[in-house]
């Protein structure tokens, strides 16, 4: 009896594990940049006032933002914006190394570059409805 409890249990944990990991993998894309959002405002923030660990840690939070975005633009083939999120988290990578080893100015070069980055794509795939919000274009 305490082997099937045991078996339950464990299946109901491995059900609710995955289904946690489907949830956070299909975010709705404005959570996602919302969150983007936020995490870019702190990082700013954090490298404006010399908090290289915090700055890390925002970073490092970029690159799994941006790896959501790109899992996003990923079935719609969109081959600019793939590039432009692999190159967000590649500068979110570049930003975290820099203030992880508190050389403050290469982070915000590498900020600077990757905010450029984020631009061109939401120049290209992105319109204002006018109404508070934004349409997204494939």
């Known amino acids: 009896m305490n ?3 045991a078996l339950v249990l464990i299946t109901v944990a491995a059900v609710f594990a995955a289904t946690t990991a489907i ?3 299909h975010r709705p894309y404005d959570q996602v940049m919302k969150d983007v ?3 870019w405002a702190s990082l ?4 404006d006032s010399n908090s290289g660990a915090a700055a890390a840690e925002d970073a490092a939070k970029l690159q799994g933002l941006f ?3 790109q899992g996003f633009w990923a079935p719609l083939n969109t081959n600019d914006a793939l590039n ?3 190159r967000a988290q590649e500068g979110a990578a570049a930003i975290g190394a820099a203030a992880k080893s508190n050389n403050m100015k290469a982070a915000l070069d590498s900020y600077a570059a990757t905010q450029k980055n984020c ?3 939401h120049l290209a795939h992105r ?3 006018g109404k508070g919000g934004f349409l997204i274009r494939p």
């Open 23 to 25: 949830a956070q993998q």
């Open 3 to 5: 082997r099937q409890f």
């Open 67 to 69: 790896a959501e975005v």
């Open 44 to 47: 700013k923030k954090n490298l």
């Open 37 to 39: 959002g936020a995490t």
């Open 84 to 86: 432009l999120a692999k």
């Open 119 to 121: 631009g061109n794509c």
């Open 127 to 129: 319109e204002d409805t």
